[in-house]
């Protein structure tokens, strides 16, 4: 059953709709940045995930979701008495479901005038992280990465009292590694370029 969802998006389609109707199932929205701003202003009840770790955000956003009380929540197994007992001794609530989409890596080198620096910066590191360790974690935690995916899985959660099938999950969770996958083999090629024209 989904109780707790952290949201945080570049590409923001539909992801203000798809909060407020998880927000209506009496889902917690945890986010971050721009994405908080952005449900707050679509009326969306939202707790920043500083609030919600204790730890500001710092290094200009770079450390915001590295935090046990996120990671711990997503790898957070139900159904394993160790990872119960843990949880409950450090306050880890457990975090369903995860909507992310990585920083615009792809988009940023296609810019003409990009620089290095800022090729760099558009390397995502918290998102990729917490896609992973959700998609890990399928079993329990439902993760999103395409706005498309958005109303299968709010019907499937309104069909299903706000929970979401091992078939959907298991099928998120792939498309999750195929997406992490291409990504970090664009950030190689990047760099493998970047060498050769160094020399």
Do not use: W
Not at 106 to 126: H, L, R, S, W
Not at 139 to 149: E, F, K, M, N, S
């Amino acid at each position: 059953m989904i109780t707790r969802a952290v949201i945080s998006v570049s590409d923001k389609t539909g992801v203000v709709e798809f909060a407020r109707e998880l927000a209506a199932l009496g889902v917690e929205i945890l986010s971050t940045g721009g994405t908080a701003k952005a449900l707050r202003e679509g009326g969306v009840p939202v707790i920043e995930v500083s609030s919600y770790t204790g730890f500001p955000e710092m290094m200009d956003g770079r450390v915001k979701t590295l935090h046990p009380m996120i990671h711990g929540g997503l790898l957070y197994r139900r159904k394993n008495a160790r990872d119960v007992e843990d949880c409950a001794r450090q306050g880890i609530k457990p975090i369903d479901m995860v909507v992310i989409n990585l920083y615009p890596f792809e988009a940023t080198i296609a810019k003409p005038d990009v620089t290095f620096d800022d090729a760099v910066e558009n390397i995502d590191i918290g998102g990729p992280a917490m896609l992973r360790a959700a998609s890990k974690n399928f079993q329990d935690v439902t993760v999103l990465i395409d706005p498309a995916d958005y109303r299968p899985v709010l019907d499937e959660m309104k069909a299903n009292a706000n929970s979401v099938g091992a078939a959907t999950n298991l099928r998120l969770a792939q498309k999750v590694f195929a997406h992490t996958g291409r990504y970090d083999s664009l950030i190689a090629a990047y760099l493998a370029k970047t060498m050769e024209q160094r020399g």
